[in-house]
């Protein structure tokens, strides 16, 4: 049975890599924060009093069953929009709206010129291209490879056979390589 | 040339340098939420008390996430019809016996007239007229 210690010490040690996992799959700095506030304290309280050496799996599989249920969540939400929107027709006001700022909006802030100042050119460009990878490509490289998790493992978190896992990093891996290639980046 | 695994270890050192280095709003942010799981784990009194309650709610949660609602929302109309039915049928047809009264008190004639058979056939006798 775990100690409150033993919790705090594992939550410390995984807490800013879950955050950015949650980012790059939903794009959205917020919603990330929630998402893994959401699921350390499913796993304290559902879970807490299990080994701490089941923690990480535990863990992975609280927090991807949150990254989908923000999508399915946001699915519903964008059905409701749409239909509301179909419902109340046109809007003069958005008819005006100048399509150069939701340009602007929706533009990474990685873009801000002071942010890339603090973070490495190499960083932006491998987070982009992780962002851009099929999730199951994602999931698998950041088990395997981020969370040093065995193939077994990796298989048992996302649900599928460990050939599926080997291939989804193969390709990730490649994905990612080619990409850094592209951009003339070697590391 | 570099193989998978090493690549991937070398991707992966970057994306750990930027996660480490997350602004501190972020980081603040993230202490809190580990120290109120922390909490939540350390009082298990409150838990087991709010166990027994909770395992039936989150099992009907787990239950309709999980397509249960096929099998509720049938069951939830048929409840809601034969409510309805009931409500229909136990509530006495009101109005037709309250216009009765009110017709026997706003008259001028006293209640009495109205069981006199004579009066009556006097009545019928007047509207064949």
Not at chain 1, 114 to 134: F, N, W
């Amino acid at each position: 049975m775990a100690t409150p210690k033993e919790l705090s010490d594992f939550l410390a040690q995984v807490e800013r890599r879950a955050y950015k996992q949650a980012a790059y799959a939903i794009r959205d700095d917020h919603a990330a924060l929630d998402i893994v506030q959401d699921a350390m304290m499913r796993l304290a309280e559902k879970y807490g009093t299990r080994p701490p050496s089941e923690f990480p799996m535990l863990f992975q599989r609280i927090l991807q069953n949150a990254i989908r249920d923000h999508f399915r969540r946001q699915k519903v939400r964008n059905l409701w929009t749409t239909l509301l929107s179909a419902f109340s027709g046109g809007n003069d006001d958005e008819d005006e709206h100048d399509p150069l700022e939701t340009l602007a909006g929706e533009a990474d802030p990685s873009n801000d010129p002071s942010v890339q100042v603090e973070r490495s050119q190499t960083l932006i460009v491998i987070e982009r291209a992780l962002q851009k990878l099929p999730a199951r490509q994602r999931e698998a490289f950041v088990l395997r490879y981020w969370h040093d998790m065995d193939v077994a493992e990796t298989a048992a978190t996302m649900g599928c056979s460990e050939g599926s896992v080997k291939t989804h990093c193969s390709r990730a891996v490649h994905a990612l390589a080619a990409t850094l290639r592209m951009e003339g980046m070697e590391l | 040339m570099m193989d998978e695994q090493q690549l991937a270890q070398k991707i992966v050192g970057v994306l750990e340098n930027g996660a480490q280095s997350v602004d501190a709003a972020t980081a603040a942010r993230l202490a809190v939420a580990r120290q109120q799981a922390v909490a939540a784990m350390a009082q298990p009194d409150h838990a087991a008390a709010m166990q027994p309650l909770l395992a039936g709610w989150e099992r009907v949660v787990e239950f309709s996430h999980h397509g249960g609602y096929r099998f509720w929302m049938p069951v939830l109309l048929l409840l809601v019809a034969l409510a309805a039915a009931l409500n229909s049928t136990l509530t006495p047809r009101g109005s037709e016996p309250i216009d009765a009264d009110a017709l026997l008190l706003a008259s001028e004639l006293p209640p009495e007239a109205y069981a006199d058979k004579e009066f009556v056939a006097w009545l019928e006798h007047s509207s064949q007229l």
